[in-house]
């Protein structure tokens, strides 16, 4: 659809569009200095990003035309988190809860693909049975005509390879709890017999308290299924799945019979990377580090970076042996290794993290965390002054692209890994309520006038029973005058 001709034109796609509601669209344009047609499309979009009446993402989508498509099913799109092979995920806001989610959807195209449906099921499926704070939950799949779509934790986070490259490798505590934590959500994994092919900084969030999470299952393998032959169907015997700088000699040869040691290489890979700065084979092509991976052993760590203990460099390299008899057995083993040199959570750098849109209650499901006020930071755009470039999605896509319908286009610029903009406050998010004093003040009133309304039905039955029974004592003769 082609952009709008004019600002009229542009004003009657917003409203068509339901993002803004009537009202609050109606106040905005009547506050303006200007007749709103005088105003150019840029500047009347921007005056209502700057109202918080759409954010970026929509502003953005309206400008080219776009007014289709921002709801799916209960939600609201707000911003787009990522984009990859397997689809895109977005920022979006439950219409009556008023909770920020991130939705990764399978578009339409896609979905006539059996081989990629099947592994968005399996990815729905092994998500349903994992529920632990070191891996991102997965709370539902629904359908919206051809788009299937996952909806997900929202993480307000960076993923560590976005922590890593602003802000330089990580210090051996902050290696060592992000590594165990890792572990810890791997071990879970591994019990409910799920090996997650694709364990790499890309593939981990951290938040602002220093929790790290793992997520993306769209590689993920059950045991329990034998692999249903998914994998060879996805390209043929000699497909590999998984990340070369991260991927398992053993995965290297043939991704679908691997176990969860394929998952403590990769977890070894991680650590060395958070350790040097740089993955384990930084030079050279994808092709030479599948080879290199096979047969040739990685600088030690401890030589790579001085302050890294020897004791720290053996439990990483063990990790990161060529045969898997040879790795730590299990994740728990591995967690245990790293224990000595955990300190505690390790928060990021707080100019990592993204805040989400600012959403003021509409009536319509807007959002709002409870924790900040709308700050005077913010710029024209919305976004924060000190924001860094965008980081990595909450579901790290997989490689490729694609493209949705309206407004999903993929003709943008890299991923977001969130929206920009600040918080609002618990006034804000819920609707007033009379205060506690007025709360009780009103049954006590009640309860006093039906004292007084008994009292005096009490006084009238007495004083009534008193003159018939002194009428009768008359009457026989027992009270004389």
């Known amino acids: 659809m082609p952009s709008p001709a004019s600002t009229t034109e542009l004003i009657e796609r917003i409203r068509k569009s339901g993002l803004v509601p009537p009202t609050h669209l109606q106040g905005h344009l009547g506050a303006l200095c200007t007749p709103a047609p005088e105003h150019t499309q840029t500047q009347l979009l921007e005056g209502l990003v700057e109202a918080h009446l759409l954010t970026r993402f929509q502003a953005d989508r309206l400008g080219a035309g776009k007014y289709k498509g921002f709801v799916l099913g209960s939600y609201t799109i707000l911003d787009r988190l990522g984009a990859g092979g397997m689809g895109q995920v977005f920022l979006a806001e439950h219409a009556a809860m008023r909770r920020f989610v991130a ?144 991927l398992a000699p053993e995965q290297a040869l043939d991704s679908s019979n691997v176990d969860i040691r394929a998952d403590i290489y990769s977890l070894g890979a991680t650590l060395y990377f958070l350790l040097a700065g740089h993955p384990v084979f930084p030079e050279g092509r994808a092709g030479q580090k599948l080879m290199w991976q096979q047969w040739r052993d990685p600088t030690p760590i401890h030589r790579v970076r001085a302050d890294v203990p020897a004791a720290l460099s053996a439990v990483v390299h063990k990790a990161l042996a060529k045969k898997r008899e040879d790795r730590w057995q299990s994740p728990r083993d591995l967690a245990d290794a790293l224990a000595p040199w955990v300190a505690g959570l390790v928060l990021p750098s707080a100019d990592l993290i993204h805040a989400p849109p600012y959403r003021p209650f509409l009536g319509r499901g807007a959002t709002a965390n409870a924790h900040e006020r709308p700050s005077k930071r913010t710029s024209k755009a919305g976004t924060s002054r000190n924001a860094p470039e965008p980081s990595t999605a909450t579901a790290t896509p997989v490689s490729g692209v694609v493209r949705l319908d309206n407004p999903f286009d993929q003709d943008q610029a890299t991923p977001n890994m969130l929206g920009s903009g600040d918080a609002t406050t618990v006034e804000d998010r819920y609707p007033a309520r009379p205060s506690a004093t007025r709360r009780i003040a009103a049954p006590a009133a009640n309860g006093r006038r039906a004292l007084i309304l008994v009292a005096a039905v009490t006084a009238l039955v007495v004083c009534t029973l008193f003159a018939a029974t002194a009428t009768l004592l008359f009457a026989f003769g027992v009270i004389r005058t």
């Open 103 to 246: 939705l990764k959807v399978l578009p339409g195209n896609v979905y006539e693909d059996d081989v990629a449906r099947e592994r968005f099921f399996r990815e729905a499926r092994a998500a349903a049975t994992l529920d632990h704070p070191n891996i991102v939950r997965v709370f539902d799949m629904n359908r919206e005509g051809k788009l299937l779509y996952l909806v997900m934790e929202y993480v307000e986070g960076a993923s560590l390879q976005t922590v890593v490259e602003k802000d330089g490798r990580r210090t051996v505590a902050a290696a060592a709890s992000y590594g165990q934590q890792m572990a810890f959500g791997l071990q879970h994994a591994h019990e409910r017999g799920l090996v997650h092919r694709d364990i790499k900084p890309g593939n981990t969030l951290v938040d602002r308290t220093g929790v790290a999470r793992l997520l993306d299952l769209g590689l993920v393998r059950s045991e329990s299924d034998g692999d249903s032959k998914l994998t060879s169907n996805l390209g043929g015997a000699r497909t590999i799945l998984g990340t070369v700088d991260y």
